[in-house]
């Protein structure tokens, strides 16, 4: 039996024929006609080569083959039904549910310390399954494997949808008592030796073997303008290392202003903050998703939940 040839209308009709067992209450129950409900019965006996329903004095009966298959109907019209219907509510507090959230370290402490803590003190039934840039290829974002990506994105498919979740100034990181403190100028910045963290993209990060400044971010990319270079004597991977990094030596690290507030507010050693002393444009931080998980309720409450954070 080819199915495209095949009106699946017929089996509805089929359902509702059996259950009033008569062609002018069918016709009724489905706002037709009884000479369409005439015609898609003969349609019905054509397909199943079976009469199907048969009169008997003033009423009518369903053949054996009629009764044979109206369970078979009454499962696929729950399929049917379980397919089509909207979904149109998410209730986070009932639901068990757990979205996959890719985001840098160095965004995760800032940004997603204070979302984890309300979610699963409000949220129990919710997940959160954080993912490294380094582990997520953008072919799984893009077929929704990953919920969303928060990073500082350039270049990503015009078919992602995107937010920005908020703007961010850089400033510098130092001991309590460091020289930049009381003399801010790019002499004394330069003069000192830096700690370069990383912002990794996705898929695996690879080694990196010409260090040139050009490649390393934008920080070194703001000094390339302005002639300078930098040197670096740390290279970072994990922004936990950088407080305790800085307390102990005059390295100084230059990192987007929330992260280094966070840095500060959450170790014991005694850091202090200070302005760039040369212009850098602002880092802007947003979320991505695929187009297929859009209209997903539950994706839109993510959403909504992590806008709350700005």
């Given at each position: 039996m080819?199915l495209r040839?095949?009106?699946?209308?017929?089996?509805?009709?089929?359902?509702?024929?059996?259950?009033?067992?008569?062609?002018?209450?069918?016709?009724?129950?489905?706002?037709?006609?009884q000479?369409?409900?005439?015609?898609?019965?003969?349609?019905l006996?054509?397909?199943?080569?079976?009469?199907?329903?048969?009169?008997?004095?003033s009423?009518?009966?369903?053949?054996?083959?009629?009764?044979?298959?109206?369970?078979q109907?009454?499962h696929?019209?729950?399929?049917?039904?379980?397919?089509?219907?909207q979904?149109?509510?998410?209730?986070?507090?009932s639901?068990?549910h757990?979205f996959?959230?890719?985001?840098?370290?160095?965004?995760v402490?800032?940004l997603?310390?204070a979302?984890?803590?309300?979610?699963?003190?409000?949220?129990?039934?919710?997940?959160?399954?954080?993912?490294?840039?380094?582990?997520?290829?953008?072919?799984?974002l893009?077929?929704?494997?990953?919920?969303?990506a928060?990073d500082?994105?350039?270049?990503?498919p015009?078919?992602f949808?995107?937010?920005?979740?908020?703007?961010?100034?850089?400033?510098?990181?130092?001991?309590?008592g460091h020289p930049?403190h009381?003399h801010?100028?790019i002499?004394?910045?330069?003069?000192?030796?830096?700690i370069?963290?990383?912002r990794?993209?996705?898929?695996?990060?690879?080694?990196?073997?010409n260090?040139?400044?050009?490649?390393?971010?934008?920080?070194?990319?703001?000094?390339?303008?302005l002639g300078?270079k930098?040197?670096?004597?740390?290279?970072a991977r994990?922004?936990?290392l950088i407080?305790?990094?800085?307390?102990?030596?005059?390295?100084?690290?230059?990192?987007p202003?929330?992260?280094?507030?966070h840095?500060?507010?959450?170790?014991?050693v005694?850091?202090?903050?200070?302005?760039?002393?040369?212009?850098?444009v602002?880092?802007?931080?947003?979320?991505?998703?695929?187009?297929?998980?859009?209209?997903?309720?539950?994706?839109?409450?993510?959403?909504?939940?992590?806008?709350?954070?700005?």
């Amino acid at each position: 039996m080819n199915l495209r040839q095949i009106d699946l209308n017929l089996l509805v009709y089929l359902h509702v024929l059996i259950e009033e067992r008569s062609v002018s209450q069918a016709a009724n129950r489905l706002a037709l006609t009884q000479s369409a409900m005439s015609n898609a019965l003969k349609r019905l006996r054509d397909l199943f080569c079976d009469p199907l329903l048969v009169r008997s004095g003033s009423t009518m009966m369903c053949t054996e083959k009629a009764l044979a298959l109206k369970p078979q109907l009454e499962h696929f019209l729950s399929v049917v039904q379980a397919i089509t219907i909207q979904e149109n509510s998410f209730d986070p507090r009932s639901t068990q549910h757990t979205f996959r959230i890719m985001a840098n370290e160095f965004l995760v402490a800032p940004l997603l310390v204070a979302f984890l803590r309300d979610i699963a003190s409000q949220f129990p039934g919710i997940k959160i399954d954080l993912i490294h840039p380094s582990d997520v290829t953008l072919s799984e974002l893009e077929q929704g494997q990953v919920d969303i990506a928060i990073d500082r994105f350039t270049r990503m498919p015009s078919s992602f949808h995107q937010s920005t979740l908020w703007r961010d100034n850089y400033c510098c990181l130092a001991r309590a008592g460091h020289p930049i403190h009381t003399h801010l100028d790019i002499e004394t910045y330069l003069a000192h030796s830096h700690i370069w963290l990383n912002r990794s993209g996705f898929g695996p990060e690879p080694v990196i073997k010409n260090r040139e400044p050009q490649k390393l971010g934008w920080v070194d990319q703001a000094l390339i303008q302005l002639g300078h270079k930098r040197n670096i004597a740390v290279y970072a991977r994990h922004h936990s290392l950088i407080a305790d990094l800085c307390a102990g030596t005059d390295l100084l690290a230059t990192l987007p202003r929330r992260l280094a507030e966070h840095l500060v507010a959450n170790t014991r050693v005694e850091l202090a903050l200070c302005p760039v002393p040369f212009p850098i444009v602002p880092i802007g931080v947003s979320m991505l998703w695929s187009p297929l998980v859009h209209h997903s309720p539950a994706h839109v409450w993510l959403r909504q939940q992590l806008q709350q954070y700005k």
